[in-house]
């Protein structure tokens, strides 16, 4: 059994339950090969962010309906968005208590045992915030004493592990615990599921790999004849890209940043299919880079923008202020990522399937294959085309 402790700079922002890092971590957990815990802290810190997240989204609907409203529009129209306004303000007691749920929903998901906060935890982890003792760096500072806690709750979910894994982004929280035995530190979940022990336990979980052959094998036979996840980044990469900001727009006035505002069809896609990524359960990951062309926008000082219009560029601009225009191009940009396959298995005969030769089963699954599940799981890195 591995168990694993979660601090919340480890956990970040990307908390979709359909990830395919959560999936991994439920499917270890179901499989009894892997325990979660969580100090209390933590927690509280992940149930607040998640619940802020819900109601901000909430509000903003509830803005963006009454702005409609005011909006010249048929009556018919009216109405409509009128009864949807009724409605959720009828809703209000539930949609609260739906986010109260939600809130709680990330590590509940996962069964995570919660360290409690006890009597020697507050006052050890008091002491730390008084003298300035690990995993402080100074006393008495009060954006500290989280950390603090979290610590010493840790330090007690370890009495009851032989090995302990920690998954934390914080340095104090890693310095603390970082040279210390039986303590082994991943600083995300990803990190931890791309670990050599645990891509051996996921792969363990595959089903097809388990009672027919070499999945990974007839994937890349697949991809030559029906390139599924070629065509799959192809048409979805410009929906994975959408609002991301891109870096090293060296004309940008908001720290050289640009925002994605729309994109097209990927195209010179390549997929790393020699290193797949486990995540149990028939559901497999593969890097891929590919090229797409995008519009994007930021800001420019009018003075940078008049100094480069004799470098033929095509860019629209609309005035912002008296300094600034509001800009947006067409760019080539590189993009990385993580892309993910899942092959459902259950209404197949793996017994019967399992005599087939290589080019019976490819024919056999070709449908399997184009039916299965796909996500773009990650983009890790976005540049422009030089």
């Keep these: 059994m591995i168990h694993v402790a979660l601090d919340t700079s480890g956990i970040g922002k990307n908390k979709s339950q359909k990830d395919a890092s959560y999936l991994?971590?439920?499917?270890?957990?179901?499989?009894?090969?892997?325990t979660i815990h969580a100090p209390y802290v933590v927690q509280r810190e992940l149930e607040t962010q998640e619940l802020e997240?819900?109601?901000?989204?909430?509000?903003l609907l509830k803005e963006s309906l009454k702005k409609f409203l005011r909006v010249?529009?048929?009556?018919?129209?009216?109405?409509?968005?009128?009864?949807?306004?009724?409605?959720?303000?009828e809703s209000e007691i539930t949609i609260n208590n739906d986010a109260e749920s939600f809130s709680k929903s990330w590590l509940n998901g996962l069964n995570a045992n919660i360290q409690q906060i006890d009597n020697n935890q507050t006052i050890s982890a008091l002491e730390a915030y008084f003298r300035g003792t690990p995993p402080l760096t100074s006393p008495?500072?009060?954006?500290?004493?989280?950390?603090?806690?979290?610590?010493?709750?840790?330090?007690?979910?370890?009495?009851?592990?032989?090995?302990?894994?920690?998954i934390a982004n914080d340095k104090k929280v890693v310095n603390t615990f970082s040279k210390l035995p039986n303590y082994l530190i991943f600083h995300t979940i990803e990190e931890l599921i791309l670990s050599t022990e645990i891509q051996a336990k996921l792969k363990g979980l595959d089903i097809i790999d388990s009672q027919i052959g070499n999945l990974l094998s007839f994937i890349q036979r697949s991809e030559v004849k029906n390139?599924?996840?070629?065509?799959?980044?192809?048409?979805?990469?410009?929906?994975?890209?959408?609002?991301?900001?891109?870096?090293?727009?060296?004309?940008?006035?908001?720290?050289?940043?640009?925002?994605?505002?729309?994109a097209y069809s990927g195209n010179n896609i390549t997929l790393d299919l020699k290193n797949p990524i486990h995540y149990g359960e028939d559901q497999i990951g593969f890097r891929f880079d590919l090229e797409v062309e995008a519009e994007i926008e930021y800001f420019i000082d009018k003075y940078e923008y008049y100094n480069r219009l004799d470098d033929e560029w095509a860019v629209h601009v609309s005035d912002w202020n008296d300094?600034?225009?509001?800009?947006?191009?067409?760019?080539?940009?590189n993009v990385s990522g993580i892309v993910s396959i899942k092959i459902d298995t259950t209404s197949l005969d793996l017994s019967e399937i399992s005599q087939l030769d290589d080019e019976k089963f490819d024919d056999y699954f070709h449908d399997?294959?184009?039916?299965?599940?796909?996500?773009?799981?990650?983009?890790?890195?976005?540049?422009?085309?030089?």
């Design 24 to 34: 991994a971590l439920k499917r270890l957990i179901k499989a009894n090969q892997l």
């Design 53 to 59: 997240y819900y109601l901000k989204e909430y509000r």
């Design 72 to 89: 010249p529009k048929s009556e018919l129209v009216h109405e409509i968005i009128n009864d949807i306004q009724k409605k959720i303000e």
């Design 140 to 166: 008495k500072n009060r954006e500290d004493i989280p950390d603090s806690f979290i610590c010493r709750g840790i330090e007690e979910i370890k009495k009851i592990c032989p090995n302990l894994v920690v």
């Design 227 to 262: 390139p599924t996840i070629h065509d799959f980044l192809e048409d979805k990469i410009s929906d994975a890209i959408w609002n991301i900001k891109i870096h090293d727009v060296s004309y940008s006035n908001d720290e050289n940043e640009a925002t994605i505002s729309s």
């Design 323 to 333: 300094h600034v225009f509001e800009a947006s191009e067409r760019h080539s940009l």
């Design 368 to 386: 399997v294959y184009r039916e299965a599940e796909l996500n773009i799981e990650a983009i890790e890195e976005i540049t422009l085309t030089l």
